[in-house]
T-cell receptor
Framework: NAGVTQTPKFQVLKTGQSMTLQCAQD?????MYWYRQDPGMGLRLIYY???????DKGEVPNGYNVSRLNKREFSLRLESAAPSQTSVYFC?????????????FGPGTRLTVL | GQQLNQSPQSMFIQEGEDVSMNCTSS?????WLWYKQDPGEGPVLLIA?????ELTSNGRLTAQFGITRKDSFLNISASIPSDVGIYFC??????????????FGTGTLLAVQP
């Protein structure tokens, strides 16, 4: 059981380049989330998917798009990267069937935009 | 976006000392969670609180769900070097709905001197 996996672990982009961050979970969870973590800011929700086939905006969705490819996979796309998107990105999943299910986090993707 | 007020921002203590940190919000939450993040890793859940006034322990960790549902406290007794990391509080299920989403605090950085 790998839990939540993310690829890549590190990435450096130039301004204007695009890329997709991949996330997969093997716990048969319904809900999946993308967060960004910046120094002194905690974790802020970018997008989430409450169940397969649905996606919703979080606090900071501008500049990002997501795809819930199937129940296991939830990808985050940066169409035209900007230096302000330099951050650590975490994917999380949650069973979602009852209110007290916890969120499990992946190891993160460290993204630098030059 | 909404974030929880977490204090202190950082703590530098000697091994064996007790630690206290807290989290406050202007909104009511139905669930309070405490996570720990080790360097280079994703957050890991330490304690979950589901009921106002609840006091829950997990080894040397004790957390409380404030009676007003707007705050929570985490205590660590007899700290050890492996307690080093960033501790985050998170609230879930505010009166505005959105039971799927977590709101995170800004984090408390804990350093333990052996």
């Amino acid at each position: 059981n790998a839990g939540v996996t993310q690829t890549p672990k590190f990435q450096v982009l130039k301004t204007g380049q695009s890329m997709t961050l991949q996330c997969a979970q093997d716990m048969n969870h319904n809900s999946m989330y993308w967060y960004r973590q910046d120094p002194g800011m905690g974790l802020r929700l970018i997008y989430y998917s409450a169940s397969e086939g649905t996606t919703d905006k979080g606090e900071v969705p501008n500049g990002y798009n997501v795809s819930r490819l199937n129940k296991r996979e939830f990808s985050l796309r940066l169409e035209s990267a900007a230096p302000s998107q330099t951050s650590v990105y975490f994917c999380a999943s949650r069973a979602g069937r009852v209110f007290y299910n916890e969120q499990f986090f992946g190891p993160g993707t460290r993204l630098t935009v030059l | 976006g909404q974030q929880l007020n977490q204090s202190p921002q950082s703590m530098f203590i000697q091994e064996g000392e007790d630690v206290s940190m807290n989290c406050t919000s202007s909104s009511i939450f139905n669930t309070w969670l405490w996570y720990k993040q080790d360097p280079g890793e994703g957050p890991v859940l330490l304690i979950a609180l589901y009921k106002a006034g609840e006091l829950t322990s997990n080894g040397r960790l004790t957390a409380q769900f404030g009676i007003t549902r707007k705050d929570s406290f985490l205590n660590i007794s007899a700290s050890i070097p492996s307690d080093v990391g960033i501790y985050f509080c998170a609230g879930q299920g505010s009166v505005s709905g959105a039971t799927n989403k977590l709101i995170f605090g800004t984090g408390t950085l804990l350093a333990v001197q052996p």
